[in-house]
């Protein structure tokens, strides 16, 4: 599913942007802008299509994440942390996560909201004529379509900076071509989620009494 919904999302934002910046107005229009909306509207399909078919098919697999993507009181921890850990490399500075941590979970969040917020805009501008929207609400329409373009895509390149570029990261997207990652990974970054809270607990507090 995330390959599919990174495969679908990448076109989307390609032809979404020539669409949206006024520097790319000449490819917007005639033929060649003809040719961008059609390939837009095919990458939006599958773009909707995805999540729907994850959730029929993998139905306890699709709750279990949308549970764990529930920002908590302990994720303001990771906030706080996040700067020394990922900039600085202070591995005590972040506490215990789970399955996802925080960043991901805000990342799940904003792409569920976002691909919803998509759905409902894009396919009211796609119809504006059989729904007979008024220019105001259409209007409206492509603003909020803008505004959640702008959002998603840079939420897009923080993912993918530390899905891909940061060192600390990189087994993860290991785990994305395998569909495993190694023990000391999970132990490392995902303690929660490989000793259980208890455990994973004690193991950062003594981290923090020898790093003291």
Not at 137 to 142: A, D
Request: proline share 4%; with cysteine; hydrophobic share 50%.
């Amino acid at each position: 599913m995330h390959w599919l919904h990174t495969a679908t999302f990448v076109p989307l934002a390609i032809t979404g942007f020539v669409l949206y910046s006024p520097w790319l107005q000449s490819l917007a229009q005639g033929h060649s802008g003809q040719l961008i909306r059609l390939w837009h509207r095919i990458f939006a399909i599958g773009f909707g299509v995805v999540p729907i078919a994850y959730v029929i098919f993998q139905p306890r697999r699709a709750i279990m994440s949308f549970k764990e993507f529930m920002i908590g009181a302990d994720d303001i921890e990771w906030i706080k942390g996040a700067v020394p850990y990922y900039l600085l490399g202070k591995h005590e500075a972040m506490p215990p996560q789970g399955r996802f941590n925080t960043g991901e979970k805000m990342n799940g969040l904003i792409m569920i909201v976002s691909w919803i917020v998509f759905a409902v805009t894009g396919l009211m501008m796609w119809f504006h004529n059989v729904l007979n929207l008024s220019l105001g609400l259409f209007q409206w329409m492509v603003l909020l379509h803008d505004l959640t373009f702008i959002v998603s895509v840079c939420m897009f390149f923080i993912h993918f900076f530390l899905a891909v570029v940061h060192p600390l990261m990189w087994q993860g997207l290991v785990s994305m071509r395998y569909g495993y990652t190694s023990a000391s990974y999970a132990g490392g970054h995902r303690s929660k989620w490989y000793y259980g809270e208890k455990r994973a607990k004690e193991i950062y507090e003594q981290t923090l009494k020898e790093g003291h």
